[in-house]
């Protein structure tokens, strides 16, 4: 066993978070001597817990969750392009002499999406919503090559935002109505970044024959949007494939070392039962 490291998430609320057994479930398979924690930390207290931390020498990372992650891109000394681009960071690694924030939620959706069988790369795509987890898919559905992203959402200015985040990634937006979401939902692969039940009312508009699904929620699972893309013969993925493959990321950051995504993912379903 390596010596003992330290790395924990952060959010407000996090007792809820699933991203513990994550982590710890890859440093058993890696043979690492190390914790993760889940600390609660609401955004007014974010300054001062971030500094104590870093007092500790043996801490090596931290996953960052809502509502912080702009907070975390904005106190990293230093920042990768994707980070900057997304106006969020969900990781923050601690070096020597600076901390540097990246941010893996793209690389999770790319996962999920692979996972439930996207093959090549893809013209087009779908996104519901427009927050930020949307700027994670435009990030994602770019490097899988769509350069038109159709989006619904129920604010138009908020998708007006998002326009020129995909500007950044060199994509264009098409914006769709809520109650006209068909467009959206006839791509050949959709990610819907929306809360809970949020979609719920998309189902409706479901195709015949639907591409690849990521709905982020996982809990409950399936969504009524899941549900009706799975009846109409499309692929899905959850939620938790996403958080499974941004953690692997996070994990390979910290460790320098392949992350065991099988186990992590077989963690994750299991801290649901």
């Known amino acids: 066993m390596t010596a003992t490291k330290r790395a924990a998430v952060l959010g407000s609320p996090i007792a809820h978070s699933l991203s513990p057994a994550l982590h710890r479930a890859a440093y058993r398979k890696l043979g690492l001597d190390w914790t993760y924690d889940a600390i609660d930390v609401p955004k007014d207290q974010f300054t001062r817990v971030l500094a104590?931390?870093?007092?500790?020498?043996?801490?090596?990372?931290?996953?960052?969750?809502?509502?912080?992650?702009?907070?975390?891109?904005?106190?990293?000394?230093?920042?990768?392009?994707?980070?900057?681009?997304?106006?969020?960071?969900?990781?923050?690694?601690?070096?020597?002499?600076?901390?540097?924030?990246?941010?893996?939620?793209?690389?999770?959706?790319?996962?999920?999406?692979?996972?439930?069988?996207?093959?090549?790369?893809?013209?087009?795509?779908?996104?519901?919503?427009?927050g930020a987890t949307a700027r994670s898919a435009v990030a994602a559905l770019t490097k899988l090559g769509a350069h038109t992203l159709y989006v619904v959402a129920r604010r138009p200015e908020a998708i007006a935002e998002l326009s020129k985040v995909a500007e950044s990634f060199g994509a264009r937006v098409v914006p769709t109505a809520w109650d006209a979401p068909e467009d959206v939902l006839a791509a050949p692969v959709v990610v819907s970044t929306v809360p809970g039940r949020a979609a719920d009312d998309l189902?409706?508009?479901?195709?015949?024959?639907?591409?690849?699904?990521?709905?982020?929620?996982?809990?409950?699972?399936?969504t009524v949007l899941a549900t009706a893309w799975r009846d109409n013969g499309g692929a899905v993925a959850s939620g938790l494939e996403m958080l499974v493959g941004q953690a692997g990321r996070q994990v390979e950051l910290m460790t320098g070392l392949q992350p065991p995504m099988e186990a992590m993912l077989a963690a994750g379903i299991a801290a649901q039962l």
């Open 52 to 130: 104590e931390l870093l007092t500790d020498p043996s801490l090596v990372g931290l996953s960052v969750t809502m509502p912080l992650k702009e907070l975390a891109l904005a106190a990293a000394q230093e920042a990768t392009v994707i980070a900057r681009q997304t106006q969020a960071a969900n990781t923050l690694i601690v070096g020597a002499n600076s901390l540097s924030a990246d941010n893996t939620d793209p690389d999770g959706i790319i996962w999920a999406l692979t996972r439930a069988g996207l093959a090549g790369r893809v013209s087009h795509a779908g996104i519901i919503g427009a």
């Open 203 to 222: 189902a409706h508009a479901v195709g015949s024959q639907p591409g690849v699904l990521l709905d982020v929620v996982y809990a409950p699972w399936p």
